[in-house]
């Protein structure tokens, strides 16, 4: 991946086109889980990261919470998936990002960094693999890939932002 650059109002990277397929996958994969049937993924601790209690001392409290802002939320995911992947190059290539479809891409990136965090169990002190040969590895590649891809998006849309001051 060649990380953002800001070219005017457009921000601007090259994805390889195996990071394309990985992204489109991964879209595939958040898609479903946030578009299944709440019975289905009941317990899912990616869904519960994805879309958090209210208030996790009181279950009324939280299951009011829920009943009030969940729909809203998985609209905007879905607006927000839908976004990332008019955008992304299928092929790889240049990807150009307008002000609103980079917040989208921050958003989306940051879901698909939770839901494999926490399949993976991220902490504090995971480092990144040393073993590509592992299908751990291989995620946990894509995870400290993605947080690459995320930081050079904040780092473009901050160099943007200190423009203008």
Do not use: C
Not at 1 to 28: H, Q, T, W, Y
Not at 64 to 83: F, I, N, Q, V
Request: net charge negative; proline share 7%; aromatic share 4%.
């Amino acid at each position: 991946m060649k990380p953002f650059r800001r070219r005017g109002e457009e921000l601007v990277a090259r994805l390889e086109p195996a990071e394309a397929r990985i992204v489109a996958l991964l879209l595939d994969q958040l898609e479903q889980l946030l578009t299944a049937e709440a019975d289905d993924v009941a317990g899912d601790p990616v869904v519960t990261r994805l879309l958090p209690s209210g208030h996790r001392s009181d279950p009324e409290l939280a299951a009011d919470y829920r009943g009030m802002t969940e729909s809203a939320l998985r609209s905007g995911k879905a607006d927000d998936l839908a976004t990332v992947r008019a955008s992304l190059p299928p092929d790889g290539g240049p990807l150009r990002l307008d002000p609103d479809q980079a917040v989208a891409w921050l958003r989306t990136s940051n879901d698909l960094r939770l839901a494999l965090g926490t399949r993976l169990d991220i902490q504090e002190d995971t480092e990144p693999p040393e073993d590509l040969s592992t299908e751990e590895g291989q995620q946990l590649a894509v995870y400290y890939w993605l947080t690459g891809l995320q930081g050079s998006l904040v780092d473009a849309l901050a160099a943007g932002r200190a423009d203008r001051r």
